[in-house]
């Protein structure tokens, strides 16, 4: 990301959860319905229109296809995996690359006991703390905000200071960040995971598939999605360049490797195997990214 400017790509996925939600509960993906309040001015007129936000939805998957399935699926994916990680307990949760995501504010099971700390990049989160506190008329105690470059700063520094507790049991949420961070980053934001959090932590989050970045992918449509986003989008959006990624089929050995177990590997097939039914079963997946959650293992 360019230094002082929010990211637009956390916007454009925004607009994407907000059209989805306005649809009927029958024929949506996921459900965000505070994602539209999140919203900057001209989407948000989009995104109140069913009709103008299908139509740009449609153009998006014209341009992209699957791009947006990869999207809902990957919120409801989370979604369900916190739902459950609220039941079982969590005592904290970090929500690393925050963007617009709205779950501290719509998941009630959070708000009664557990902190959340939203990690982003301050150019984002400026505007993301204006429009809670524009939504909710305050910024709620539960919720923590924790400003930090990952490719500059370090997660431990930020969080400590901010109240995090490394021996509570953790969910770390990371949507939609990855592929724009050095390996560096993404191996010490792993690394901070393992060594501090409490028994039963866990993260879940996407990746992009190596040979995508490499232009190699075996699927050609995705090779052509990729260099559109390089051609039209990452200019667009202050140079969010896809930058990391990992070899499709070796996200157990990656995550094994820097500390982790119990890894659910999860894939477009399978999203379309969970979610699409009635009218989105003819639906698209890219073949972009996949999608994993790991425990981190018990230590000593
Ligand atoms: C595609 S958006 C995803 C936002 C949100 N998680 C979602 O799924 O809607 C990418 C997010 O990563 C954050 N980000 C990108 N590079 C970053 C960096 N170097 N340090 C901190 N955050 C970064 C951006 O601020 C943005 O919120």
Redo the contacts with the bound molecule.
Sequence with gaps: ?KKGK??L??EL??FARAAESARPEAKRLCHDPLAKEFLVAPLKILARSRILAGVVIWWAERLAPGVPGEILGRTKYIDDSLKTRIDEGIEQLV?L?????SRAYRFDGLSQRVKVFEV??P??QRVKMKRVGRLLGHLPDNVVFVP????EERLHHKLFEKGYDRTKKTFFIW???TY??TAK?VDETLAFVVENSGVGSSIIFDYAFEKVLEGASDVEQVNRILKAWERIGAPLTAD?HFIFGVKEGTIQEFLSARGFYQIENVNGDSFKAAYFKGMKQSGDVSHICGFVRATVKPRG
């Excluded at 690359?97 to 995501?101: E, F, I, R």
């Excluded at 930090?148 to 490719?151: A, L």
């Design positions: 990301m929010p990211s790509t956390a996925t925004t929500i690359g925050a963007g617009y995501d982003d990049h150019a984002t930090i470059d990952f490719e949507e939609g960040v724009y961070l980053a969010e």
